[in-house]
């Protein structure tokens, strides 16, 4: 950053690492191996809605590129219950590799078309026998990952007394496993809780 830059209070964007997507593939196994957490094949980006016809018409783009290549899945955009658009991408629960290439083409194509400063996270879903779920969360400005897993139970961590809760037992466990394969967010301020997020 340039003197003027620092007087001006401008800031360069740090672009983000979404190779460290191609990470999550090895990730998944010791998250198999380790907690009996498996990949579901959903995996999703969160973006901040734009408004207007430019964002509507590269929504659109992002879910016919996809959907034109015969080695792509189906692609599916959702808006949660706090406004935020979720663009979900399935794969068999057996090519996380290729859900990983999904989600990277999805998060390069709103970059190249300049939207970049809307994308928050990606989200890869996981779930063991007994039901619960985890997703590994990509934060696209941090380049960083962490774990969000709703407690389990009903309604996706919503206890008896209609409240959400965590389960961050789990989600130490998985950064702990995974410490040493993933670039970890180390500042847990940024581990926000993704309700509602497609697969959890």
Not at 111 to 131: H, K, N, P, R, Y
């Amino acid at each position: 950053m340039g003197i003027w830059d620092s007087i001006l209070g401008r800031s360069k964007v740090t672009r983000a690492n979404l190779d460290a997507l191609f990470m999550v593939p090895s990730a998944a196994v010791t998250l198999q191996t380790a907690a009996g957490l498996e990949p579901t094949g959903t995996g999703s980006v969160c973006f901040r809605g734009a408004t207007g016809a430019a964002f509507a018409q590269t929504q659109a783009d992002i879910v016919a590129l996809l959907n034109d290549n015969p080695d792509a899945p189906d692609v599916e955009v959702t808006q949660d219950s706090f406004g935020f658009t979720w663009l979900v991408v399935q794969r068999d629960p057996t090519d996380t590799a290729g859900l990983c290439t999904d989600l990277h083409a999805v998060n390069t194509t709103l970059e190249s078309q300049g939207f970049a400063s809307g994308l928050l996270c990606s989200l890869v879903a996981f779930a063991d026998a007994s039901g619960r779920r985890a997703g590994l969360v990509y934060l696209y400005k941090q380049g960083t990952f962490y774990p969000f897993a709703p407690a389990a139970g009903s309604g996706g961590g919503i206890d008896g007394a209609g409240q959400q809760r965590r389960d961050n037992l789990l989600e130490i466990q998985i950064r702990d496993q995974l410490a040493a394969e993933l670039p970890m967010e180390q500042e847990l301020s940024r581990w926000l809780a993704v309700w509602g997020a497609p697969g959890l």
